[in-house]
């Protein structure tokens, strides 16, 4: 079974950048590059939402319009990691980020999604 993990979250201050990256777990033997991924975030008190979200060839991407033009997804399948490099980043991208996968091309319900990682927290506070 696939499952996931995220690395990269941390502590920053308003404007900074930080990497995240979504792994296929060490021991879980399966290959990213078959899926496409998904980054989601839940803030405390919110619903969870999506953040951004890749095909599976990487030729398809999708940001949420809080993110655009400050987040970029991408994905090395050579290395079965999925990033995503978030600038400029606001007190309101405080979140627990998540990643998941879903077939081959991206959707817009979460539902859709599964092998859900447990998250990686960012906080954005001066």
């Known amino acids: 079974q696939l499952q996931l993990v995220e690395s990269g979250g941390g502590l920053v201050q308003p404007g900074g950048s930080l990497r995240l990256s979504c792994a296929a777990s060490?021991?879980?033997?399966?290959?990213?590059?078959?899926?496409?991924i998904g980054w989601f975030r839940q803030a405390p008190g919110k619903e969870r939402e999506g953040v951004s979200c890749?095909?599976?060839?990487?030729?398809?991407?999708n940001y949420a319009d809080s993110v655009k033009g400050r987040f970029t997804i991408s994905r090395d399948n050579a290395k079965n990691t999925v990033y995503l490099q978030m600038s400029s980043l606001k007190p309101e991208d405080t979140a627990i980020y998540y990643c998941?996968?879903?077939?081959?091309?991206?959707?817009?319900?979460?539902?859709?999604?599964?092998?859900w990682g447990p998250g990686t927290q960012v906080a954005v506070w001066s």
């Open positions: 890749i095909s599976s060839s990487g030729g398809s991407t």
């Open positions: 998941a996968a879903n077939g081959e091309y991206c959707s817009d319900d979460q539902s859709d999604f599964g092998s």
């Open positions: 060490g021991f879980s033997g399966f290959t990213l590059r078959y899926y496409a």
